[in-house]
């Protein structure tokens, strides 16, 4: 049998109708921003792996360190010990996060990082006995998967099997340009109206809802209404974290800083899951006390894994370097021209670009759903001609590895602009 045959015997993808999808690709190798497939087709990994890779797959400096570690100490219990490298990584974030961020939380995936200050939010209040249940979330929000995470998440068919079991969430339009006002005003209306306890976004980039991106002054302004009415700011970083957007965070564009910040995804260069929710003092203060009960109770068993830390501290290494800030600087400059180049074509309704992020929406004759049949047509099309791109409907966009090369980048922008002509 060849993997794909065991495959379809024995596993449950993710996102996935088995009834309807297409066998998934076996992939044996990566090196690089390149992976190739059991009978050894190459592909350009066009999204690094669902954003978590930007050092390349198999990155010898991440694994020389992780190695290191998992013959040093791979694990200990994180209740009642700690150690070394988890130490490290919350001194190098805290060195590199927004200043007010003081306290480290190890989780071990993005939902679980959301998870974790959804219910910071909520327990910040109950213990200060203050009634304040609702949380605010932009429309067509992700979050992640895990129970508040998705109640947070306004992407309906990820959701809408479970509606009616959710935490109290208040949804408000995104800033995007021109459309400021409404989603201040939207803010102020839902704080007048609910007992607001926190405003959790994606800063600056909706990754998941097709790279929809506003401006950093709108979300600086939101925040501020946030600040004067003490309702606790979260900024879910786990996609634009770690350089994507240009800067270490999307929260370094905008002049107000979050209460707290969620990191997951390229945290250790995509190798081993792990996340960190991050907070100010003030938040930790709220659960300092001599009752028992104001505990945070929450810990998952392999919180602050070693081998994990040691990656994440390989990793933020290599982004520091100068050599990875060019790379991520020349890639900017290169979808800059790219999108130059396309926006004004007869089918390209938008593109646009922040840091290493590149989007571009293309016309339909029909409302396009997220998976539906241009979409599937797209991903097919990247697939035959050896670029891994997942559109989100009508939109194609890339984020690719930061070391990706320029000629790879070349390809897969052709393979963008023959797309467009074929749809
Ligand atoms: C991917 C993502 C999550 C969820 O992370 P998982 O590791 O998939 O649970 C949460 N928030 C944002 C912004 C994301 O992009």
């Not at 992700?142 to 998440?153: E, I, K």
């Not at 925040?223 to 994507?244: P, R, S, Y």
């Amino acid at each position: 049998m060849t993997l794909t045959e065991k495959d379809s015997q024995y596993l449950w993808h993710p996102y996935t109708q088995h009834k309807t999808a297409q066998t998934p690709i076996a992939i044996s190798r990566g090196e690089g921003a390149l992976l190739w497939d059991e009978n050894g087709k190459e592909y350009i990994d066009a999204i690094a792996s669902w954003w978590v890779n930007p050092f390349g797959h198999s990155n010898k400096f991440i694994a020389d360190a992780v190695y290191k570690q998992l013959t040093t100490l791979e694990h200990v219990l994180f209740g009642g010990f700690t150690h070394e490298p988890a130490i490290k990584v919350a001194e190098k974030l805290i060195e590199i996060l927004p200043k007010n961020q003081q306290k480290i939380f190890f989780s071990d995936n993005g939902s679980t990082a959301v998870e974790v200050a959804i219910k910071v939010a909520l327990q910040y209040f109950f213990n200060k006995n203050e009634k304040r249940t609702t949380i605010i979330a932009f429309e067509n929000a992700f979050h992640g998967d895990t129970f508040a995470a998705m109640a947070a998440s306004g992407i309906s068919f990820y959701t809408q099997a479970f509606q009616g079991m959710f935490i109290d969430v208040v949804r408000i339009p995104v800033p995007i340009k021109g459309q400021e006002q409404a989603s201040f005003d939207a803010l102020t209306n839902v704080i007048q109206n609910h007992n607001c306890a926190g405003f959790i976004f994606e800063p600056l980039v909706q990754g998941a809802a097709g790279m929809v991106m506003y401006e950093p002054e709108a979300l600086a302004k939101l925040i501020q209404i946030c600040a004067a009415n003490k309702v606790l700011t979260i900024a879910d970083e786990v996609m634009t974290g770690f350089g994507k957007t240009g800067k270490t965070f999307a929260m370094d564009y905008v002049s107000e800083e979050p209460d707290m910040i969620c990191l997951s995804k390229a945290l250790t260069g995509g190798t081993i899951p792990m996340a960190i929710t991050t907070f100010t003092q003030d938040i930790f203060d709220a659960f300092y006390d001599d009752d028992i009960n104001k505990a945070l109770f929450h810990g998952h068993t392999f919180t602050a894994n070693p081998t994990g830390c040691a990656a994440v501290l390989a990793s933020i290494d290599l982004l520091q370097t100068a050599e990875m800030q060019a790379n991520i600087e020349r890639i900017n400059a290169s979808h800059l021209e790219f999108q130059k180049k396309i926006e004004n074509h007869s089918k390209v309704i938008t593109a646009r670009t922040l840091g290493v992020i590149f989007a571009v929406e293309i016309k339909s004759d029909s409302e396009e759903s997220y998976y539906g049949s241009m979409r599937t047509k797209l991903y097919n099309f990247f697939i035959e001609n050896g670029v891994v791109l997942r559109p989100v409907g009508n939109i194609v966009y890339i984020l690719p590895p930061y070391i990706m090369t320029n000629e790879q980048l070349q390809k897969v922008y052709k393979i963008i602009e023959e797309a467009i002509e074929m749809v």
